[in-house]
């Protein structure tokens, strides 16, 4: 059993920077691929950025990339979501996730066996 806790979300002006974390209970963070998605109101749960489970391997969305880092700390037992130049369609509830498959297959929803409850990140234009 893994809980995931994340942090960081708050209000920030469009081209400003939030950094998300997630910090994961447990001994075997190392094994988890760990991704992070996000909802908007009134839309879909979609797929943001992920993470293999040794940090060798990243996949983003196109939609973030070149703007939004994703890394972890295998130390820590935390994730993290480092969100620059932010636009206000960024806005939403930010979920992270693990994933103890031994296959890293980053985008899908379904394949991700814990979630945390979500922070939410607001960007004003």
């Known amino acids: 059993q893994v809980q995931l806790v994340e942090s960081g979300g708050g209000l920030v002006q469009a081209g400003g920077s939030l950094r998300l974390s997630c910090a994961a209970s447990g001994r075997t963070f190392s094994n988890y691929h760990m991704g992070w998605f996000r909802q908007a109101p009134g839309k879909e749960r979609e797929f943001v950025a992920a993470i293999s489970s040794g940090g060798g391997t990243t996949v983003y969305a196109d939609s973030v990339k070149g703007r939004f880092t994703i890394s972890r700390d295998n130390a820590k037992n935390t994730v993290y979501l480092q969100m620059n130049s932010l636009k206000s369609e960024d806005t939403a509830v930010y979920y992270c996730?693990?994933?103890?498959?031994?296959?890293?297959?980053?985008?899908?929803?379904?394949?991700?066996?814990?979630w945390g409850q979500g922070t939410q990140a607001t960007v004003s234009s």
């Open positions: 996730a693990a994933d103890r498959s031994a296959f890293f297959s980053a985008r899908y929803a379904s394949v991700y066996d814990y």
